[in-house]
Nanobody, 122 residues
Framework: QVQLVESGGGLVQAGGSLRLSCAAS????????MGWFRQAPGKERDFVAA????????SYADSVKGRFTISRDNAKNTVYLQMNSLKPEDTAVYYC???????????????WGQGTQVTVSS
């Protein structure tokens, strides 16, 4: 069982940066691959980025490649999403999630946080 709590969302101007954090409970955090997803109003929840249990593999949605970076610190049970060059279309609720295998498929993630709002103004 893993419990996830996101933080770091907020309001930022286009071109700005934010760093999201996701703190996990449980002693088996390092056994899970982690992902970030986002959901805008009226839209489905979409994959943003994923990182393998050891951090050696990452994957990104095309829309965020080169702007977002996912990382993790297993000693702190935390995964991060550094978001640079933000655009208004990045506005959404951002969720972190955990899965037992490295994947970009939303349905493969077993545990989810409550989400944090990111709003990018133009």
């Amino acid at each position: 069982q893993v419990q996830l709590v996101e933080s770091g969302g907020g309001l930022v101007q286009a071109g700005g940066s934010l760093r999201l954090s996701c703190a996990a409970s449980g002693r088996t955090f390092s056994s899970y691959a982690m992902g970030w997803f986002r959901q805008a109003p009226g839209k489905e929840r979409d994959f943003v980025a994923a990182i393998s249990w050891g951090g050696g593999s990452t994957s990104y949605a095309d829309s965020v490649k080169g702007r977002f970076t996912i990382s993790r610190d297993n000693a702190k049970n935390t995964v991060y999403l550094q978001m640079n060059s933000l655009k208004p279309e990045d506005t959404a609720v951002y969720y972190c999630a955990a899965t037992t295998r490295f994947t970009t498929r939303t349905k493969s993630y077993d545990y989810w946080g409550q989400g944090t709002q990111v709003t990018v103004s133009s």
